[in-house]
């Protein structure tokens, strides 16, 4: 079984091939079913997505403490795949934050879990990609919202600057509420720190970066590089959060080359940002496979003590700009993804979308890439897929608690393991 959300819906790059041959159920539950201010959580139905949450909550002065950058993203997706945002190296994984699931089994019992109900399953879901059974409600922690994020730009020249300064900025927990790193080319970056303000009477100006005419935040943020000032500015919180859903992170510039050009702002930019699924929806066999043969669309997470390394590795075999950096704790546990320490460990999401730069590219590296990632004890999110083999994804993914927990519901003939739904051949 799996849901029969359709992968045109999915905010995921690749179809996801098993939906054709396996039995879809129907869980499109969208909901938001209560927000409780005494033990300060919602409690929501998982097809609900971040662009629907973010504004109801902000509205009864609430937020969640990691808030996805892509309105579409659904907060079961983000729990069975994994999310990571800008506050992440405070809360880590969207996962992280959630307290509480309700579980529906293969055998169609209804299982709660949390930390002290059922711990074992609890921690087993995340990242099982609708393995272990089906989600029908999430419980995530919500904490206070501000008006603001103060976010400062500071442009940094070298990869080691950029490592260091990563480091010192992430472990800086009193002022910076959100850390977020482009790389625009192999020796030059912005740094971004920011932190969640009401502000006071005195602010002058605020940069209300959503609004249609606005430019791209990623071009926004250049700017910064290209003056090589160091900025800082008040951004309202909604629009902070959906900073890279106009533009797609940097994807749209493929889709629409012209669309940062102040005239179409002005006159077409209402129209914007592209819906993901209307574009899947239309898109023909040649611009699925163009974008297979010569687009990388891909994220990992590495040590942060590994920005320099990776980041030279991925400018040889892609040559791919601008990246995108987002920190994330990482916590020792049982689940499929945990930090491999007993301790926590600060790791970096290396995001990198677009048209590979190199004169022989071939989509097939993916794999050289993902055993470089293995070695330095990092991990691959699955949106994409992978080449890795199953025993070398059993070594990046814990599978011992994930294997028990799956006997014990009886999953076996019932739902795929997380391999068969995230291999190449899943998802094409
Ligand atoms: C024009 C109009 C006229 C109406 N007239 C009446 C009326 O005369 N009398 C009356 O009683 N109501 C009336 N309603 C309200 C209507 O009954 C409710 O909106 C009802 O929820 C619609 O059911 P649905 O299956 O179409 O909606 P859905 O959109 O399918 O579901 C509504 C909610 O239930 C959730 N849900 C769906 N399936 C499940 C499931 N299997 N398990 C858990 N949650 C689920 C969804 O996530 C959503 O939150 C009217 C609504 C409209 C728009
Ligand atoms: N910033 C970030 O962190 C970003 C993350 N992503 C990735 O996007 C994906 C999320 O996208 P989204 O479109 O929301 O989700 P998807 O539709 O892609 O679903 C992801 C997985 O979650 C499973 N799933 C979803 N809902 C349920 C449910 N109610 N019960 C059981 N399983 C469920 C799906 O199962 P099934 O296969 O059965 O449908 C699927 O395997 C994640 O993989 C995430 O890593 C993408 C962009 C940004
Ligand atoms: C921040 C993280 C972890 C990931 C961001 C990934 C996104 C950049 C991609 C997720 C889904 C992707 C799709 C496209 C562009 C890149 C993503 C938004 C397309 C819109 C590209 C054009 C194709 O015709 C359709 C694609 C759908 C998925």
């Known amino acids: 079984m799996c849901t029969a959300r359709p992968s045109w819906r999915s905010m995921t790059i690749a179809d996801m091939a098993y939906k054709k041959y396996m039995y879809n159920i129907d869980v499109h539950l969208d909901g938001i079913v209560s927000i409780n201010a005494k033990t300060q959580t919602v409690r929501v139905e998982p097809g609900i997505t971040m662009g629907r949450l973010i504004p109801i909550l902000i509205e009864s002065g609430w937020t969640v403490p990691v808030a996805l950058d892509m309105e579409d993203l659904t907060i079961g997706g983000l729990v069975m795949g994994i ?10 994984l969207f996962h992280e934050t959630c307290t509480r699931y309700e579980l529906i089994t293969a055998n169609g019992d209804l299982i709660i ?39 400062k730009y500071r442009p940094i020249r070298t990869l080691e600057k950029m490592e260091s300064r990563l480091i010192v900025e992430t472990s800086d927990l009193e002022h910076n509420d959100f850390v977020e790193l482009l790389i625009y080319n192999k020796e030059e970056g912005v740094l971004m720190t920011g932190k969640m303000t009401d502000g006071n009477k005195d602010i002058k100006y605020v940069n209300r970066i959503g609004r ?24 309202p919180l909604k629009d902070y959060y959906f900073r890279h859903n106009k533009s797609l992170f940097w994807e749209i510039q493929d889709i629409i080359p012209f669309g940062n050009h102040p005239v179409f702002r002005y006159l077409l930019g209402w129209l914007m940002p592209a819906k993901v699924a209307l574009l899947k929806l239309t898109q023909t066999d040649t611009i699925k496979q163009l974008y297979a043969k010569h687009h990388f669309i891909d994220d990992f997470i590495l040590p942060i003590s590994s920005l320099k390394k990776s980041v030279q590795q991925f400018h040889t075999i ?20 945990h930090s491999p320490a007993t301790v926590n460990n600060m790791y970096i999401d290396i995001g990198l979308y677009g048209e590979p730069k190199v004169s022989k590219y071939n989509p097939t590296i993916l794999r050289d890439l993902e055993i470089f990632v293995l070695k330095l004890k990092g991990f691959k999110m699955m949106y994409a897929g992978t080449y890795l083999n199953i025993d070398e994804f059993k070594t990046m993914f814990d599978h011992r608690l994930y294997d028990r927990i799956r006997q014990n519901l009886r999953c076996k003939s019932n739902f795929p393991e997380v391999y068969d739904k995230v291999n190449r051949k899943a998802r094409i």
Request: with cysteine; charged share 20%.
């Open 113 to 151: 879990c949390s930390k002290s109900v059922n711990a074992d399953i609890f921690e087993s879901i995340p990242y099982s990609y609708g393995t272990l059974g089906f989600l029908t409600a999430v419980d995530i922690q919500i904490i206070p919202a501000k008006k603001y994020v103060k976010l």
């Open 318 to 337: 892609l040559n791919i700009y601008p990246i995108w950096v987002c920190p994330t704790i990482l916590r020792p546990g049982k689940g499929l993804m």
């Open 212 to 235: 249609f005419y606005k430019p791209w935040f990623f071009k926004h943020v250049e700017s910064f590089l290209l003056t090589w000032k160091i900025g800082e500015e008040y951004i």
């Open 83 to 92: 999310g990571l945002e800008s506050s992440s190296h405070k809360f880590g």
